[in-house]
Structure formats: structure tokens, C-alpha cells
């Protein structure tokens, strides 16, 4: 299977929500603590966001933002100082007022225009719990994404405004829509290129040919017996290079990874696969149920069993 689209499958996103944003003036929002992937894109106007320990930056249009697990952050405009407005009780009240409105403004819809004006078109989504933990892994806590390199974001820009437009309306099947949409998104997301440059993992080997066609080889047939000579052999390298490059680049030596990603579809299978150890253990590459059993008891903390059954009663 091909390396994202398996990312994307042991993510499962979900509790998709999209909206449009607009400040006018001097103004400050403040957003709560996040867990999972707040992302927006500024279609006019400038502004500023800051989450703690990375200080302050500017967006303006046409930039994507992506924030993963935030902790409580901030967005501003204008020239002047603005009382900070908690968001949530913002937007709470909107929808209180008016369940269909869907924008944050201030002056009506025909006034939205001029200087101080900024538009944004934000979205959230949250992933299956058993595996969220690898989208915080192949993303830094904050990526700017710069409008500067606009041939590398029509795709995604393209796919926002599909799903702008299956947002606001009320066709049969939207919800299914969404869904798709988000997938692509996400994909589009992961795949543009200056995402592999902000941490080591996945999307970085992906971006490296010789270590792109391990991957894409170990990833196709995970329960395969890997070994780094066979890992190496895909990549047209001798072991030792092989090694070295691939944990310069991924930021874990080969078996490491593969072991990570081994335990993450072990995980998957055991809770939403509802497969027996001997199952999960033959997926995964593992000869014997009881050298899987060790392995993922090591890994994980608790025995495979144990595991399915604790996610299971959590649900």
C-alpha cells in the first residue's frame, strides 16, 4: 500500500468542521487548546497568530496555516490593541443566534471590503484516537505555508474551495462529500513540499528517491520478514549506506520505523479490525503469534489482548 494512503487510513479523520472568518478593524481572538489539526487560509487581509514558545507571525493571502494539537492560541489584526474575544463563546452565541450563519463579521456582507478587512477560511478535524499520535509525528506543532510558491497550492487551494462550496450548501450526500474532501485534503496537505523540510519522518523519506522506493516497498508489503539488507536492496544502496542515510533523513534507523509502523496497523487491526493475535501477528510479519505478542507488549506496554480489550471498554 502506498505510505500516505495508509497514514491516512489508520487516521480516519473526523469531526470535520469549516467556517469563515472576518475581522475588521483592530481585533484579537483567542482559541482553546486543540487536539487534533487546525488548518486556514487567508483569502484577503493581513494578520497575525501566536502560540506559545513559537512567538509571533505574520500571515497574508493567499499563506496556509496548520496548527496540530495546539495549546491556546491567538489571532489578531489591525494596527491597534483589541480586547481579546474568547472564540468559542464567539461563536457559540453566532450559532445560537442564527444555526445556518456560518461567518464571523462585524459589518454586514456588502460593507466586507477596504484595508482592514481580513478573510480567512479556517477548517478543524480531529483523528481516530489509536493512531492520532502519527500525524504529531510527521508535523511540526506550526507550519506556514507561504502563498509565494503558488503552483505548488493550486491542487490543495483547488480542493478548498470544493469543499467551500459543499459547506454551504444542502445537497443530498454532503456529508459523504465532506468526508472525501477531507481525505484529499489531508493528502494534498502531506504531500506539499515544503512539509517535508519541517520535521524528520515519513514525509522527509518520501522526498528522497532512494529511500522513497524502501519505503514504498516496505509499506506495500509490511508483512514481509524486513530486514535492512532487504530494505537496502529497494533502495540500490549497500546495508551501511542505506542505514546511515536513512536515519539521517527519517530520523530513525530502519528497523525502528519499521517496527513503529508495524505496532500502529497492530493497534488498528486489534480494536477496529477485530482480528486474533495470530492474525495481526501474520499481517504485521511476525512469524509466530508469540514473537508479535513480545514485540508489541515491549512497544505498547501491555499485551495484545489486553490492549484490544481496554480500547474496546473505552469506547
Known amino acids: ?46 494578520c497575525r497568530f501566536e502560540v506559545p514558545g513559537s512567538g509571533e507571525h505574520e500571515v497574508g493571502p493567499g499563506d496556509y496555516l496548520l496548527l496540530t494539537n495546539p495549546a ?35 459589518p454586514p456582507m456588502g460593507e466586507r471590503a477596504g484595508a482592514d478587512v481580513t478573510r480567512i477560511v479556517a477548517g478543524h478535524f480531529e483523528f481516530d484516537p489509536i493512531n492520532a499520535w502519527l500525524l504529531a509525528s510527521l508535523l511540526s506543532p ?63 523519506g518520501l522526498s528522497d528517491p532512494p529511500i522513497a522506493a524502501a519505503l514504498r516497498a516496505f509499506h506495500a508489503d509490511i508483512d514481509k520478514p524486513w530486514s535492512v539488507a532487504s530494505m537496502a536492496a529497494q533502495a540500490h544502496l549497500s546495508r551501511s549506506a542505506f542505514s546511515g542515510r536513512f536515519t539521517t533523513v527519517v530520523g530513525q534507523p530502519p528497523m525502528t520505523y519499521a517496527l513503529t509502523w508495524r505496532m500502529a496497523i497492530a493497534r488498528d487491526a486489534l480494536v477496529t479490525g477485530h482480528k486474533n493475535v495470530e492474525q495481526v501477528a501474520a499481517a504485521t510479519g511476525y512469524g509466530s503469534a508469540s514473537a508479535f505478542s513480545i514485540a508489541f507488549s515491549r512497544t505498547v506496554g501491555v499485551s495484545p489482548a489486553r490492549y484490544a480489550r481496554e480500547a474496546l471498554d473505552a469506547e
Not at 491567538?74 to 483589541?82: D, N, P, Q, V, Y
Not at 481579546?84 to 462585524?106: H, I, K
Open 1 to 46: 500500500m502506498d505510505p500516505l494512503t495508509q497514514l491516512i487510513e489508520l487516521l480516519r479523520p473526523r469531526s470535520f468542521l469549516w467556517k469563515e472568518l472576518v475581522g475588521t478593524g483592530s481585533w484579537e481572538w483567542l482559541f482553546p487548546a486543540d487536539r487534533g489539526v487546525v488548518f486556514g487560509r487567508v483569502i484577503s487581509g493581513r
Open 72 to 106: 491556546p492560541w491567538s489571532l489578531r489584526g489591525g494596527a491597534g490593541h483589541a480586547l481579546p474575544v474568547d472564540f468559542d463563546t464567539v461563536y457559540a452565541a453566532m450559532n445560537a443566534d442564527d444555526p445556518d450563519r456560518t461567518n464571523l463579521a462585524s
Open 142 to 204: 506550526v507550519v506556514h505555508l507561504p502563498a509565494v510558491r503558488r503552483a505548488e497550492h493550486e491542487l490543495l487551494t483547488g480542493v478548498l474551495q470544493m469543499i467551500d462550496a459543499e459547506a454551504s450548501s444542502e445537497r443530498p450526500g454532503r456529508p459523504a462529500v465532506l468526508s472525501r474532501l477531507l481525505e484529499i485534503m489531508l493528502v494534498e496537505l502531506l504531500r506539499t513540499p515544503q512539509l517535508a523540510t519541517t520535521r524528520r519522518g515519513m514525509l522527509s
